[in-house]
């Protein structure tokens, strides 16, 4: 019990600038206090002791703004900063070195009773100030989830899930995950690549590769034999109306050649 205590205040010192010491962690970090309080509960709720554990776990409600569910399962070194209005539910897992922040929520969207409702956030996981996380599916290693996402499917390991509904966006080196990722305070890496840059670093990437595919369709006409020198507009633009044509003409004279074949 000491061991992970003692853990626990290491934990909250290294990601924590605004902690000056050990006893200023153990008398002023709620975060620490509700997972303390959990433990004690979820050891009763093992133990089929489901009225103590539901009792002590409206205690620390109480007493620290965050409700953790008794049947929830709480990794080690897991660190609630600030932790006003966090909410996790009964079947929800969290992982080790797992970071959240205040206002988050792990929820269900299943009402069948003892099924998977809540999520399960692997190793590493940073959830910013506000996000909301529903369903019985998996949050992978290292992934972060940015402040207010509202996360409805799952989150392959080393990603960035940003927005409502959330958009989940790859890392440019996404075949490679480090063991031991660097903190990211709200999930908001030194280099300044946030989730929002990263969303519009996504939106910019998928734009490049439709650009490429409409060159790709163009080519495969102009080898077709079709006349494309009316489609291109100014500064090297396509019309898409031109081009829509041109492929339902191509397309209708190519049924009647077969035609013709078929029947000549």
């Not at 897991?78 to 009964?90: A, K, L, P, S």
């Not at 992978?140 to 509904?165: C, Y």
């Not at 080519?219 to 079709?226: F, M, T």
């Amino acid at each position: 019990m000491f061991k992970r205590l003692r853990e626990d205040i290491a934990t909250i010192r290294q990601r924590d600038p605004a902690a000056r010491s050990a006893w200023e962690v153990l008398t002023c970090y709620p975060g620490l206090h509700a997972l303390v309080l959990h433990r004690f509960a979820h050891a009763c709720w093992r133990v089929r002791r489901r009225s103590l554990a539901r009792y002590v776990s409206q205690i620390a409600r109480f007493l620290t703004g965050i409700e953790i569910h008794p049947g929830a399962t709480i990794g080690r070194r897991v660190f609630i900063d600030h932790g006003m209005g966090v909410v996790i539910g009964e079947t929800a897992e969290v992982g080790d070195d797992c970071t959240i922040y205040q206002g988050v929520t792990l929820g269900g969207t299943s009402l069948t009773r003892g099924a998977k409702r809540h999520p399960t956030l692997e190793r590493g996981v940073i959830v910013g100030a506000g996000a909301k996380v529903l369903g019985g599916f998996t949050v992978g290693a290292d992934a972060k989830i940015g402040s207010n996402a509202v996360v409805v499917k799952p989150v392959p390991p080393g990603a960035t899930a940003v927005g409502n509904p959330a958009r989940v966006i790859m890392p440019a080196d996404s075949k490679r995950v480090s063991a031991h990722a660097a903190f990211c305070a709200y999930g908001i890496s030194p280099n300044a690549e946030d989730p929002v840059s990263l969303a519009l670093h996504g939106l910019i990437d998928h734009a490049a590769k439709e650009t490429q595919r409409v060159d790709e369709v163009v080519a495969a006409l102009e080898r077709l034999g079709a006349r494309l020198e009316a489609l291109h507009g100014g500064e090297g633009s396509v019309d898409l109306r031109r081009l829509s044509a041109v492929i339902e003409g191509t397309a209708t004279h190519a049924d009647d050649r077969l035609y013709q074949h078929q029947t000549g």
